[in-house]
């Protein structure tokens, strides 16, 4: 990095510019030139396009795992809605085969919804912790589609439903990756506006947020709907590229919040920034490509990630909190 | 609460204030809620024409209670230092398939403190992942169960090694009525119980837990005490492994993740009243949790429930336990 000639100006600048993302644009520089290396045809655009098209629905959970976490809470249950959402659609297309996939699509993004609104309503109104109230729709979800579809789900999705997963747009530029950057630029512009605003204040200091006006409830709430639209539209692509299967979602819940949190975003609230946390999907998803294509075997991909996980919120967290105390001398952080 | 590491306000008129704690403590809520949900399903089996409450089933629930007990005993002491462990499920399997394995070559002897090592090992590098690289405990944890994953998936590809015949007694045999390994459980709760209750550790856990920048000025060695509670979670489920290996006859890589214990611990933790956030509740109120959802399971499977719909009740459950522990917190005075 170039701030290491620089002055302490400049390295503060910079520093807030990033934000606490810092160690995630690096880490995922680092990769993508790591990438590069490995494979020389990375770059070119149909594979590179691949590559963001298989990014795409961690990126889209990412940036609604944001929302909650950076509000101060979690939401588990957003790999049970992936797997429920898929697992639902081929059950209704195996009802209503000539169902309109945009009816299809829209039903699944008002239950993606739904499922938001009541983890919200439990977390504040009855005041459940999110970590239990998602845990249990986690349960709930798994459950009901299982339930519902005897244990083994079946049925197929038509191509047009699957069109947003696989197909592409112009013949070169995949649906997915439009998802993807709507997604995002929606989010960077929730984050600029006076929402997003309120919704970290009510991450750093609920009291706080409350006494200035903020409704802090209803922040909440509408983070966990709009983080359960957001895993809806990723089981939609989901859905899309790998076909209907139980284990679908399966692991997405802790992905995403590993891909926040490796974008340095606090767990707890209040810090970091929704653009760093999707570069933190994009991170895991390099990782995960880079390992593949470097032969590791598919059993120590996990120890890998398991490593560099660890290592890169720890530098995170060493840099930061130095820097903090440098600027406010006592501020005496309690953990989740 | 009584017997914590914070005195009650001098204010606070001792009397008034047992009675109202002995009320309120979830320890007790949750002790009832088991009663209530046996007996529950002692009516609703009997309406069926059947018979819930026989021996057999009795010793059944228990038996079940055994592993995920455990592993909740365990992570209620890292629960109460306001740190969680996302890591016992893979640290499970992995125990399984390290007792089987060693037991083969090996004795008995060998296996246990082989494992019992391994967890030690791994509950230190959590602890000191958690407080000397300040992650977080969620991804450090995480962290573990991922690398341990990866270990796992590495070297087996299925179940491995044979545990002897003499060890399978553990999982097996009983003394009267009761499963042995039930006693295994209660001599672990009951450790855990005195440690938590009784001893300086126990009281700097909770401290730690209650307000760590408070603790860590009276002179409580935060860091400390959340290595060792790792280091503690980390041995229970050690045991934990060792009982299923016991029980199973053989090392298996799914023993841990199939059942989902690090989240159906946490859930039973919280379930027994003990505070997410750390600081409050016991191990007495987590065995509590644990019955509940052993009974539970017991009259579903007595009345013959879709085991997909048992998930779906359980979930309401858990929110539902909590949401009244959450309802009733917040009319004591605080």
Not at chain 1, 94 to 119: E, R
Not at chain 1, 196 to 218: F, K
Not at chain 2, 41 to 66: E, K, M, P, S
Request: charged fraction near 10%; include cysteine; proline fraction near 3%.
């Amino acid at each position: 990095m170039t701030t290491a000639t620089a002055t302490g100006a400049t390295y503060q600048r910079v520093v807030r510019s990033l934000g606490t993302g810092a160690p995630v644009y690096a880490l995922l520089a680092v990769l993508l030139v790591l990438l590069a290396v490995t494979d020389i045809g990375f770059y070119e655009p149909d594979r590179f396009l691949a590559f963001v098209k298989r990014a795409a629905p961690l990126v889209i959970l990412a940036a609604g795992q944001y929302l909650v976490i950076v509000c101060g809470e979690f939401d588990l249950s957003v790999g049970a809605i992936v797997t429920a959402g898929v697992v639902a659609a081929a059950e209704v297309y195996g009802s209503f085969p000539g169902a309109p996939w945009l009816l299809i699509t829209a039903g699944l993004l008002l239950a993606g919804a739904l499922a938001g609104l009541l983890n919200g309503l439990i977390t504040t109104w009855l005041r459940v912790p999110s970590f239990i109230t998602t845990l249990g729709m986690m349960l709930i979800l798994e459950g009901a589609v299982f339930y519902w579809t005897g244990g083994s789900p079946h049925g197929q999705l038509p191509q047009d439903f699957r069109q947003l997963g696989r197909g592409t747009a112009l013949g070169w530029l995949p649906w997915a990756v439009v998802a993807c950057l709507a997604a995002g630029a929606l989010a960077v512009l929730l984050m600029r506006s006076d929402f997003g605003r309120t919704l970290v204040a009510t991450g750093d200091s609920e009291r706080t947020a409350a006494l200035s006006g903020v409704r802090v409830h209803r922040a909440r709430v509408i983070a966990f709907v709009l983080s359960g639209v957001a895993a809806a539209l990723a089981a939609v692509l989901v859905g899309g590229f790998s076909g209907v299967s139980a284990q679908a979602g399966r692991g997405y819940e802790f992905e995403a919040i590993t891909a926040v949190v490796l974008g340095g975003v606090v767990l707890g609230g209040g810090r970091g920034s929704v653009v760093a946390a999707m570069a933190g999907a994009f991170s895991l998803q390099a990782l995960f490509t880079l390992l593949n294509l470097r032969g590791v075997s598919g059993a120590l991909e996990s120890t890998v990630q398991g490593v560099i996980v660890i290592a890169a919120v720890g530098i995170g967290a060493a840099d930061w909190s130095r820097l903090r105390r440098r600027r406010t001398h006592s501020s005496g952080g309690t953990p989740t | 609460m009584t017997g914590t590491a914070v005195a009650p306000p001098p204010t606070v008129k001792p009397s008034v204030r047992h009675h109202r704690s002995r009320l309120a403590d979830p320890a007790v809520g949750i002790w009832l809620a088991a009663a209530a949900v046996t007996a529950l399903g002692w009516i609703v089996v009997a309406a069926r024409g059947g018979d819930f409450l026989t021996l057999a089933n009795i010793v059944g629930i228990l038996q079940n209670c055994v592993a995920l007990g455990l592993v909740a005993v365990g992570q209620t002491a890292v629960i109460l230092t306001g740190s969680l462990d996302l890591s016992v499920a893979y640290l499970i399997s992995l125990g399984t398939l390290v007792a089987a394995t060693t037991m083969e070559d090996g004795g008995v002897v060998t296996a246990v403190l082989a494992v019992l090592a391994l967890s030690a090992a791994v509950g230190l590098a959590n602890g000191l992942i958690v407080t000397g690289l300040k992650v977080n405990a969620f991804i450090a944890t995480l962290g573990t169960a991922f690398i341990l994953r990866g270990w796992i998936e590495d070297n087996y590809t299925g179940p491995a090694g044979k545990v002897t015949v003499s060890f399978q007694h553990l999982g097996y045999d009983r003394i009267g009525p009761f499963p042995v390994s039930l006693f295994l459980l209660l001599a672990v709760a009951a450790a855990l119980w005195l440690i938590t209750r009784r001893t300086r550790f126990g009281h700097h856990l909770y401290a730690t837990g209650g307000d760590e920048h408070a603790a860590r000025l009276s002179g409580v060695r935060t860091r400390r005490t959340v290595v060792a509670a790792h280091v503690l979670c980390s041995l229970c489920v050690g045991a934990a492994a060792l009982f299923l290996a016991a029980r199973l006859g053989s090392g298996a890589p799914w023993a841990g993740t199939e059942a989902r214990y690090d989240l159906e611990s946490i859930a039973a933790v919280v379930l027994g009243g003990t505070a997410l956030a750390g600081g409050r509740g016991g191990v007495v109120g987590t065995l509590g949790g644990v019955l509940v959802l052993a009974v539970l399971d017991s009259v579903f499977n007595q009345l013959g429930v879709d085991p997909f719909f048992k998930n779906v009740v359980r979930g309401v459950v858990i929110i539902a336990a909590v949401a009244l522990y959450a309802r009733r917190g917040s009319r004591r005075p605080t």
